[in-house]
């Protein structure tokens, strides 16, 4: 299985970026029962939960992006979105797409590389 990250680029302080991470050889069943999630990381810094969303569209966010960022999914085109506002220097990272499957199974994505510069 693969998770397909995109849609990473450098922006303004204030600027907006939409992430995708697609699994197009995931068998639909399974993404659709999948928790999946962003996590990013930044330089000198561990990996951090950003956002999840649940296979019944149920969402969490990191306190820091709350209220700039939405997680969604496609479930039809075995997709997930992460849609970044307001973008802020410490936004900086790599950003990596994740999936639970409902049999514990762990799947990441390579990184895409966010920049924000002020």
């Known amino acids: 299985v693969q998770l397909q990250a995109s849609g990473g680029g450098l922006v303004q302080a204030g600027g907006s970026l939409k992430l995708s991470c697609r699994a197009p050889?995931?068998?639909?069943?399974?993404?659709?029962?999948?928790?999946m999630g962003w996590y990013r990381q930044a330089p000198g810094k561990e990996r951090e939960l950003v956002s999840s969303?649940?296979?019944?569209?149920?969402?969490t966010y990191a306190d820091s992006v709350k209220g700039r960022f939405t997680i969604s999914r496609d479930n039809g085109k075995r997709t997930v979105y992460l849609q970044m506002n307001n973008l802020k220097p410490e936004d900086t990272g790599d950003y990596y797409c994740?999936?639970?499957?409902?049999?514990?199974?762990?799947?990441w994505g390579r990184g895409t590389q966010v920049t924000v510069s002020s």
């Open positions: 050889r995931m068998i639909l069943s399974t993404f659709n029962s999948n928790l």
């Open positions: 994740h999936a639970l499957t409902a049999r514990d199974l762990v799947y």
């Open positions: 969303i649940t296979a019944a569209g149920t969402t």
